[in-house]
């Protein structure tokens, strides 16, 4: 078990729809990350989150936002979604080294 | 893109061999990282070599750093069926904020 909370595990909805990942990181982790894992994509780093304030920003859609709340817990928003959406999304958090520790993932299905 | 490069895509081999996977990268770097994958799953952390180092060991892991070639290889000795997954290689950008990029990955199964 890694620590890295993500809910929920699968999550199946409609094209158009919007849907809300959320991730509790490691007790004292102020890092948190989102990536999107895909079979044509590999896995692709979308946002990173440092206490509260984007860090860095990778292959991330317009139609995603994210934020990191006060309780460091973290939420991937997805909009307008796509058939192209469906994909394995990532949460993972450091302490603000360089290894990080990844959730179990929400696997999210557009149809 | 900035994404590394692994190869093979695939590996199968017998309990008991080795498996060696390389990775090759294009920007500086300030380390480079290993993560397994079970299928489905979450990334797991397996090993950090740092840009100033060459060579690796952790348990049955041996990873390698050619910062001239921009390579890597992780090599796991005396595999197990349990060792059967997916194994990437992950590095941060010199300057990149922790921006971390993947390779593609290679699928390992070891056959028992």
């Known amino acids: 078990d890694s620590g890295v909370t993500q809910t929920p595990k699968h999550l199946i909805t409609a094209t158009g729809q919007r849907v809300t990942l959320r991730c509790s990181p490691r007790?004292?982790?102020?890092?948190v990350y989102w990536y999107q894992q895909s079979l044509d994509q590999g896995l692709q780093f979308l946002i990173q989150?440092?206490?509260?304030?984007?860090?860095a920003k990778g292959n991330i859609l317009e139609r995603f936002s994210a934020q990191q709340f006060p309780d460091l817990h973290s939420e991937l928003n997805l909009s307008s979604l796509e058939l192209g959406d469906s994909a394995l999304y990532f949460c993972?958090?450091?302490?603000?080294?360089?290894?990080?520790?990844f959730g179990a993932g929400t696997r999210l299905s557009v149809l | 893109s900035q994404q590394g490069e692994e190869d093979p895509q695939a590996l199968s081999i017998q309990e008991g061999e080795n498996a060696t996977m390389n990775c090759s990268y294009k920007?500086?770097?300030?380390?480079l990282q290993w993560y397994r994958q079970n299928s489905g799953r979450g990334l797991v952390h397996l090993i950090l070599?740092?840009?100033?180092?060459r060579e690796k060991h952790s348990g049955r892991l041996r990873v390698t750093l050619d910062t001239s070639k921009k390579s890597s290889s992780l090599l796991i000795t005396a595999s197990r069926a349990a060792d059967t997954a997916s194994y990437f290689c992950?590095?941060?950008?010199?300057?990149?904020?922790?921006?971390?990029?993947f390779g593609a990955g290679t699928r390992l199964t070891v056959k028992p």
């Open positions: 993972a958090s450091s302490a603000g080294g360089y290894i990080q520790y």
């Open positions: 007790s004292g982790d102020l890092s």
């Open positions: 989150y440092y206490n509260g304030e984007e860090r």
């Open positions: 920007t500086s770097i300030n380390n």
């Open positions: 070599i740092r840009s100033n180092e």
């Open positions: 992950a590095f941060v950008g010199r300057g990149n904020n922790n921006d971390m990029r």
